[in-house]
């Protein structure tokens, strides 16, 4: 038999009063215990500079604390992502997840540094910083945006001038003329249900769904460009002539890794390319090789667009940088990409 349930109206007053009270004990028991996580939480990142590098990746509480300076002095007004759906309906909304709003700036930008550096789910965030999964899904593609603005600006093109003074000492005076060290590298997505997706993202190097970055770093150890993403499928030469090429003066060089088809480019522009040689078949056709200074100009070049690889490595320390990713989340891909540069040449140059 079905339960008939009276509206609370229905009851005497003492009755109501007393069902009211135990819904506001229960309600504010739940926002104490929501309190304490995001107190506990906020304590356990800031605890020392060692916390705070494992949680956010930034070296001190000093830099955490003047980067949140810089967005406060920027920032009055924060409008909340409310996904591509709702955002047709509400172009700004003051709250996440459209609630009353229950943490501080800080501890938002605290949630979205954890996120970027430690991949964590959304229920995770959700339960650390006593939010509700709403909340989260709107703070972080927010404060991403955000973050973002602020902070691409930090990426700096230097100029060729700029890059002698800045020379290394160890730095070999036959590449001081080099301008950026290029490499590429790879995110993997989740298999996109649209045919004409999985066919422009697949890797068939990596025999995986992905996107494609390039990375340019000064000789320096800086890095100087990220480019936006690029289906997996994607030439190097393809990313180098629609992202950089523009960048490229005359004079100026370009050191890259075997498989950068991009000398004619770079001939155009007046400019050289530092590439290790390729083998070449022996005679007989049995095995390659390379002759005595090719195997010099392979070693000289190796040991200097290594720094590249390091740089990327260390990116990837960001471990939402290592998840696969779903296709929705990629073109957000390129601000975090931006945010994590920035944070990489807040460290010390790999180069001195």
């Given at each position: 038999?079905?339960?008939?349930?009276?509206?609370?109206?229905?009851?005497?007053?003492?009755?109501?009063?007393?069902?009211?009270?135990?819904?506001?004990?229960?309600?504010?028991?739940?926002?104490?215990?929501?309190?304490?996580?995001?107190?506990?939480?906020?304590?356990?990142?800031?605890?020392?500079?060692?916390?705070?590098?494992?949680?956010?990746?930034?070296?001190?509480?000093?830099?955490?604390?003047?980067?949140?300076?810089?967005?406060?002095?920027?920032?009055?007004?924060?409008?909340?992502?409310?996904?591509?759906?709702?955002?047709?309906?509400?172009?700004?909304?003051?709250?996440?997840?459209?609630?009353?709003?229950v943490t501080d700036w800080f501890d938002e930008y605290l949630l979205t540094l954890v996120?970027?550096?430690?991949?964590?789910?959304?229920?995770?965030?959700?339960?650390?910083?006593?939010?509700?999964?709403?909340?989260?899904?709107?703070?972080?593609?927010?404060?991403?945006?955000?973050?973002?603005?602020?902070?691409?600006?930090?990426?700096?093109?230097?100029?060729?001038?700029?890059?002698?003074?800045?020379?290394?000492?160890?730095?070999?005076?036959?590449?001081?003329?080099?301008?950026?060290?290029?490499?590429?590298?790879?995110?993997?997505?989740?298999?996109?249900?649209?045919?004409?997706?999985?066919?422009?993202?697949?890797?068939?190097?990596?025999?995986?769904?992905?996107?494609?970055?390039?990375?340019?770093?000064?000789?320096?150890?800086?890095?100087?460009?990220?480019?936006?993403?690029?289906?997996?499928?994607?030439?190097?030469?393809?990313?180098?002539?629609?992202?950089?090429?523009?960048?490229?003066?005359?004079?100026?060089?370009?050191?890259?890794?075997?498989?950068?088809?991009?000398?004619?480019?770079?001939?155009?522009?007046?400019?050289?390319?530092?590439?290790?040689?390729?083998?070449?078949?022996?005679?007989?056709?049995?095995?390659?090789?390379?002759?005595?200074?090719?195997?010099?100009?392979?070693?000289?070049?190796?040991?200097?667009?290594?720094?590249?690889?390091?740089?990327?490595?260390?990116?990837?320390?960001?471990?939402?940088?290592?998840?696969?990713?779903?296709?929705?989340?990629?073109?957000?891909?390129?601000?975090?990409?931006?945010?994590?540069?920035?944070?990489?040449?807040?460290?010390?140059?790999?180069?001195?």
């Amino acid at each position: 038999m079905t339960k008939i349930y009276k509206p609370l109206w229905r009851f005497p007053v003492a009755v109501q009063i007393r069902i009211h009270l135990q819904f506001q004990k229960v309600s504010t028991s739940a926002t104490e215990e929501a309190d304490r996580r995001r107190s506990a939480t906020r304590d356990m990142i800031l605890e020392g500079s060692d916390s705070v590098k494992m949680y956010t990746g930034l070296n001190s509480k000093e830099v955490l604390l003047k980067i949140y300076k810089i967005i406060t002095k920027k920032v009055k007004r924060i409008n909340y992502s409310r996904g591509p759906q709702k955002a047709k309906q509400h172009k700004a909304n003051p709250h996440p997840g459209g609630r009353a709003k229950v943490t501080d700036w800080f501890d938002e930008y605290l949630l979205t540094l954890v996120h970027i550096r430690e991949g964590l789910s959304m229920n995770i965030l959700a339960s650390w910083f006593g939010v509700s999964l709403s909340s989260v899904s709107s703070i972080i593609p927010t404060w991403v945006n955000y973050l973002f603005r602020i902070l691409q600006k930090f990426i700096v093109w230097p100029s060729t001038e700029q890059i002698k003074r800045s020379l290394p000492k160890s730095y070999p005076a036959k590449y001081a003329d080099t301008r950026v060290i290029l490499d590429c590298t790879k995110f993997f997505l989740k298999k996109p249900k649209n045919c004409s997706s999985q066919a422009a993202t697949y890797s068939q190097y990596k025999h995986h769904n992905a996107v494609k970055v390039l990375i340019g770093i000064s000789p320096r150890g800086l890095i100087t460009f990220v480019s936006h993403p690029y289906g997996g499928n994607s030439s190097d030469r393809c990313i180098m002539e629609k992202e950089i090429l523009d960048k490229i003066e005359p004079g100026d060089a370009v050191m890259v890794d075997r498989g950068f088809t991009i000398s004619g480019l770079l001939l155009q522009r007046a400019a050289k390319l530092y590439m290790p040689p390729f083998t070449r078949k022996q005679e007989g056709g049995k095995g390659k090789f390379l002759n005595q200074n090719e195997i010099v100009k392979t070693r000289e070049i190796a040991s200097l667009r290594i720094h590249v690889e390091r740089a990327i490595e260390r990116m990837k320390n960001f471990k939402i940088l290592t998840n696969t990713m779903d296709l929705n989340v990629s073109p957000r891909l390129y601000q975090i990409m931006v945010i994590v540069a920035v944070f990489f040449n807040l460290n010390p140059p790999l180069l001195e």
